[in-house]
T-cell receptor, first 110, second 113 residues
Framework: TQLLEQSPQFLSIQEGENLTVYCNSSSVFSSLQWYRQEPGEGPVLLVTVVTGGEVKKLKRLTFQFGDARKDSSLHITAAQPGDTGLYLCASLRGTYKYIFGTGTRLKVLA | EAQVTQNPRYLITVTGKKLTVTCSQNMNHEYMSWYRQDPGLGLRQIYYSMNVEVTDKGDVPEGYKVSRKEKRNFPLILESPSPNQTSLYFC????????????FGPGTRLTVT
């Protein structure tokens, strides 16, 4: 069974610090999405990576897809309190089913 | 505005009383899906639909039903809710073409007593 493991589970940092969260699997991803979810709301799509080795940037967020397409990372530069939330990775499993990681809960302190 | 809507947002009900959570999207997406989110277990897929009249089970389908009679709507039906179905439910939709992204509704918090 394909699993998506995210680490760390929890992260509490000061405003201005940098951080990296990881998403790993024993299987190859066809594509991988990163979402951010705030309390009481639905996940919001941040980015999709498709090609092994791909790097995408979204302002202070940098997403990287591993060369073998089995892992991905999200790096945040100079974190701000507005970055606080649950970060989820997700991938298509098989033809029609999706699988989500258990998430990294980030808290950025002012 | 492109969006996925769910109703109700909050629901408290009793064991055995049938309920329906509605989901609608205005983006003409082929793919729609229901998830439940529980602490420590993450988001788990309940049912999905690839198009009108085409549905299939996800990882946790027991106790749930769905239907897809129109492309924009994908209701979730709990025929006889039980306390273990207390959860946060999300509907999502997406175009059925690469890179297969999904867009989520705001969620429905269900409590079954």
């Amino acid at each position: 069974t394909q699993l998506l493991e995210q680490s760390p589970q929890f992260l509490s940092i000061q405003e201005g610090e940098n951080l990296t969260v990881y998403c790993n699997s024993s299987s190859v991803f066809s594509s991988l999405q990163w979402y951010r979810q705030e309390p009481g709301e639905g996940p919001v799509l941040l980015v999709t990576v498709v090609t092994g080795g791909e790097v995408k940037k979204l302002k202070r967020l940098t997403f990287q897809f591993g060369d073998a397409r089995k892992d991905s990372s999200l790096h945040i530069t100079a974190a701000q309190p507005g970055d606080t939330g649950l970060y989820l990775c997700a991938s298509l499993r098989g033809t029609y089913k999706y699988i989500f990681g258990t998430g990294t809960r980030l808290k950025v302190l002012a | 505005e492109a969006q996925v809507t769910q109703n109700p947002r909050y629901l408290i009900t009793v064991t055995g009383k049938k309920l329906t959570v509605t989901c609608s999207q205005n983006m003409n997406h082929e793919y729609m899906s229901w998830y439940r989110q529980d602490p420590g277990l993450g988001l788990r897929q309940i049912y999905y639909s690839m198009n009108v009249e085409v549905t299939d089970k996800g990882d946790v389908p027991e106790g749930y039903k769905v239907s897809r009679k129109e492309k924009r709507n994908f209701p979730l039906i709990l025929e006889s809710p039980s306390p273990n179905q207390t959860s946060l439910y999300f509907c999502a939709s997406g175009p059925w073409e690469g890179p297969y992204e999904q867009y989520f509704g705001p969620g429905t918090r269900l409590t079954v007593t």
